[in-house]
């Protein structure tokens, strides 16, 4: 994604995906934002949170359409996990940003199980 720009601010690319990336990390049941690997790899250095996995794009209306892609934990209801990453995600860009959200697309990429 190129530059956003609201309101007369500009976001420079990558902010509105790690906004994404911790709301949908703090959604119970979610195991990893993206590839698990290349997250785990992150989190050894210490980097910021992945945003690999998440795409945000800019509809006729100037809403965001924003597609995330996420490993989660054996033992959740699906449409309920997704219902709620939902909800986190487009909380928090609009509370965060101030942008609205036409919709967050949830794309369940594998199921992790607890060790």
């Not at 720009?5 to 990390?25: C, H, Q, R, W």
């Not at 990893?32 to 050894?44: I, P």
């Not at 219902?83 to 992790?112: E, K, M, P």
């Amino acid at each position: 994604m190129n530059e956003l720009n609201l309101d007369g601010m500009a976001l420079a690319p990558g902010v509105v995906e790690t906004i994404v990336s911790i709301a949908a990390n703090e959604v119970e049941g979610v195991a990893s934002v993206g590839s698990a690997a290349a997250g785990g790899l992150r989190s050894v250095f210490g980097a910021k949170p992945s945003t690999q996995g998440i795409d945000i794009a800019v509809d006729e209306d100037d809403k965001l359409v924003i597609s995330v892609r996420v490993d989660v934990y054996y033992g959740y209801v699906l449409p309920e996990l997704a219902a709620n990453l939902r909800q986190a995600v487009a909380d928090a860009v609009a509370s965060q940003v101030g942008a609205q959200v036409s919709s967050v697309d949830v794309y369940i990429d594998g199921i992790q199980f607890a060790g």
